[in-house]
């Protein structure tokens, strides 16, 4: 079974600060997914990557395969970003999901 | 808005009883995953369908059962409903198996 760990747990910022959230797991893996939920419930998938490096708008995520680990970064950060950010990888044996615990952001004005 | 839909948004039952939540893939969307998060436990797979058939499990209980019809809708059926069954449960879709998955907005379930 893939373990998943997030850090930090918690993270709290000011408006413009740049972000990263850090992610390993335990297994080799085909793809990681990085989620964003927002205080609704929602859950909106940010990026599926495989190696490298992948942009959207002002999220990075990039993926180191040989290390097992993952960052998401957030540059120029506002507050619309406060989210509870989840790393998940696909279990093993199963093609389901298994999720890291998230990172609860809070980006201050 | 990620094209999956999941009905109801909402639902409030009692102990013992049995419910059906709904769950339309994206369009052309082939495969359907069921997800519960709760507050101890976090967000866990349950199970997924490809195309009709069953193709994995998780943590699925035995008094949880899915199944996904003909037009690629699926339906989790959660019976003899217990106090810790309370939580949201999440339905995605991908067009393949292990490409990217949506997710829908979840129905918040509250057993009393």
């Known amino acids: 079974k893939n373990e998943v760990e997030q850090s930090p747990q918690n993270l709290t910022a000011q408006e413009g600060e740049f972000i990263t959230i850090n992610c390993s797991y335990s297994v080799g893996i085909s793809a990681l997914h990085w989620l964003q939920q927002h205080p609704g419930g929602g859950i909106v998938s940010l990026f599926m990557?495989?190696?490298g490096k992948k942009k959207h708008g002002r999220l990075i995520a990039t993926i180191n395969i040989q290390e097992k680990h993952s960052s998401l970064h957030i540059t120029a950060s506002h507050p619309r970003d406060s989210a509870v950010y989840i790393c998940?990888?696909?279990?093993?044996?199963?093609?389901?999901?298994?999720f890291g615990k998230g990172t609860h952001l809070i980006i201050q004005p | 808005d990620s094209g999956v839909t999941q009905t109801p948004k909402h639902l409030i039952t009692a102990t013992g009883q049995r419910v059906t939540l709904r769950c339309s893939p994206r369009s052309g969307d082939l495969s359907v995953y069921w997800y519960q998060q709760s507050l101890d436990q976090g967000l866990q797979f349950l199970i997924q369908?490809?195309?009709?058939?069953?193709?994995a499990k998780g943590n699925i209980l035995e008094r949880f059962s899915a199944q996904q019809f003909p037009d690629l809708h699926s339906e989790l059926n959660l019976s003899s409903l217990e106090l810790g069954d309370s939580a949201l449960y999440f339905c995605a879709s991908s067009h393949f198996e292990r490409t990217e998955a949506f997710f829908g907005q979840g129905t918040r379930l509250t057993v009393v």
């Open positions: 369908y490809y195309n009709g058939e069953e193709r």
């Open positions: 990557l495989s190696s």
């Open positions: 998940a990888v696909p279990g093993g044996g199963a093609d389901g999901l298994t």
